[in-house]
C-alpha cells in the first residue's frame, strides 16, 4: 500500500518539477531574445552612425583632392597660356624683323646693280686702256731689241737668273739668321739641360775585361786543380765553360771567357772549391751547381735593388731578373748595368728639366738596352727584342716605345724616346766609358772624311779630336759664305743619316782668299 500511494505521489511531483522547469525556463528564453534583439538593434543603429561618419570623410577627401588637380591644372593651364603669348611676342618680332630685312635686301640689291654697272663701264675702259698699253709695249720691245741687240726671249732669260740669283742669295742669308738664331737658343737651353743632368750624375766607369784572377795560397794548389792526368781542370771547364789558365804567374790562377756570368760563376766556384781542399770532378760539379743557383738569386736581388735605388715600383719580375742580368753584361767593354742606371737618371734629370713625368722617363732609360741581355739565340737588333720584351710584360706604352725606337729602329712617339737616346749617348760618350777597336776607329775616321769631300766645291777634309770634328776645306771660287754655312748643315744632316758614332761631330766648312804678290 505504502509503494502504491508512493509511485504516483513520485510521479506528480516529476510532472510538477518539469512544469516548474519548463515554465521557467521559457521565461527565461524570452528574456534573453529581447535583450538580444535590444543589443543587434543597437549595433546595427552604431554602425549606420559609422558608416555615415566614414562616409562623410571620404567625401571630405575627395572633395580636397578634386580641389587640388583643379588648382594643378589651372596652374598648367595658365603657363601654357604664358608661354602661347611670349611664342605670339617673338612670332611677332620675327616678322617686323623680317620685313626690315626683306627691305634692307632690297636695297642692297639696287646697290649692286648700281655698282655692276659701274664695274662693266669701268671694265670696258681698262679694256681699252690694256691695248694701248700692250701696243706701247709692243713698240717699246723693238726699241730696245734694237738698241741692246738681244731678243725678248734672252733679255728675259738673263732677267730671270739674275732675279734667281738674287732671291737664293737672299733666301740663303735668311734662312741662316733664323738657323742661327734657333740653334743659338736651342743649344744653349739643351746644353743647360744636359750639364745640369752630367752634373747631378756622378758615375764610375770601368772597362770589363775578359779574364778573372784567383788567387791561391801556394802554387802546390795548381797541382791540384789540375788533377790527376788533367782531369779536375778538364771537369771544371766542361761544367762551367770557361777556360782555366794555370801558368806561371805566382799564386794566381787565370778563368778566361767573354760571358761575364760564367766567368763569375767559374771565379766563385774555384775560390769555394780552393778553401773546401775537395777537388774532384762530383765535387766540382756539386759546387758549381750550387753557385748557379745562388748567383742566379743574387741577379733577382741585384734588380730589386735597382729599382729600389731608383724609386721605381710595379715592374714584372722577369723583367727584374733581366735587370739582374746586366750586372754580367757589357756593351764595349762599359758594363751594361751602369750604362743603365746612369742612362735612367740622366734621362730623369732631362725630362724633370722639361716638365715631362721623371718616373716615367727613369723607367724608359733602365729599360732601354734590356734586350741585350735575351738569350743569344732570339735574332734581331737589341732594341727591337726589347721592344717585344717589355710589350710582353706590359709595360707603359712611352717605355716600350722609347725602348723599341733609341736607334730609330721605329719612329718615336713621345720626347721621353729622345730623352733616352740622347742620354745613351751621353753615357756612351764619355772619355773611358768605352773601347773601341783601333781598326773599326781608323774606317770611322776614314768614312767621315769620305764623305764630306763627296760634296761639290770641296777642296780638302781633316777628321780632328779622335773624330769629333771634321775640318772642310773648300774653294773659294767656287762657294761663296752663303753656300758655305748651307754646306755645313748638309754635310751635317748626312752624317746624321749615314754614320754612326758616339756623342756628336762639329762640322767646320773653312773658306779663305789667299793673294800673293812678290817683291823684287
Partial sequence: MDLIILIPMIAILLALFFYLGWWFNSKTGKKSIVSAEARAEQIIQDAQKEANNIKREKLLEVKDEWYKKKVEFDNEVNQKKQKLANLEKQLLAREENSEKRYDLIIQKEREVRKLEKELSDLKLSLDKRSEEIKKLEAEQNERLEKISGLTSDEAKKILINNMIDEAKADAA????????????????????????????????????????????????????IIGKEGRNIRAFEAVTGVDVIVDDTPEAVILSSFDQFRREIARVSLERL????????????????????????EILREGENTLMQLGLHNMHPELVKHIGKMKY??????????????????????????????????????????????????????????????????EHPIVVNAVGSHHEDIEMEHPIAALVQS??????????????????????????????????????????????????????DKVDDVVADRLAREIAQKIEEEMEYPGQIKVTVIREVRKIAIAK
Fill in 173 to 224: 742669308q735668311i734662312i741662316k739668321e733664323i738657323y742661327d738664331k734657333a740653334k743659338a737658343d736651342a743649344k744653349k737651353e739643351a746644353q743647360k739641360i744636359i750639364v745640369q743632368a752630367i752634373q747631378r750624375t756622378a758615375a764610375d766607369h770601368s772597362i770589363e775585361s775578359t779574364v778573372s784572377v784567383v788567387q791561391i795560397q801556394n802554387d802546390e794548389m795548381k797541382g791540384r
Fill in 274 to 297: 780552393i778553401a773546401d781542399g775537395r777537388i774532384h770532378p762530383a765535387r766540382i760539379e756539386e759546387v758549381v751547381q750550387k753557385t748557379t743557383q745562388e748567383l742566379e738569386e
Fill in 423 to 476: 742620354a745613351d749617348a751621353i753615357s756612351g760618350a764619355r772619355p773611358g766609358a768605352r773601347r773601341e777597336p783601333l781598326e773599326s776607329y781608323v774606317k770611322r775616321l776614314e768614312n767621315l772624311e769620305t764623305l764630306a769631300r763627296s760634296f761639290e766645291g770641296v777642296a780638302k777634309t781633316y777628321a780632328i779630336q779622335a773624330g769629333r770634328e771634321i775640318r772642310v776645306v773648300v774653294e773659294n
Fill in 329 to 394: 753584361r757589357s756593351s764595349y767593354g762599359q758594363n751594361l748595368l751602369q750604362h743603365s742606371i746612369e742612362v735612367a737618371y740622366l734621362t730623369g734629370i732631362m725630362a724633370a728639366e722639361l716638365g715631362l713625368d721623371p718616373v716615367l722617363a727613369k723607367r724608359a732609360g733602365l729599360l732601354h738596352d734590356v734586350g741585350k741581355t735575351v738569350d743569344k739565340s732570339i735574332e734581331g737588333p737589341h732594341a727591337l727584342i726589347g721592344y717585344d720584351l717589355t710589350k710582353k710584360y706590359k
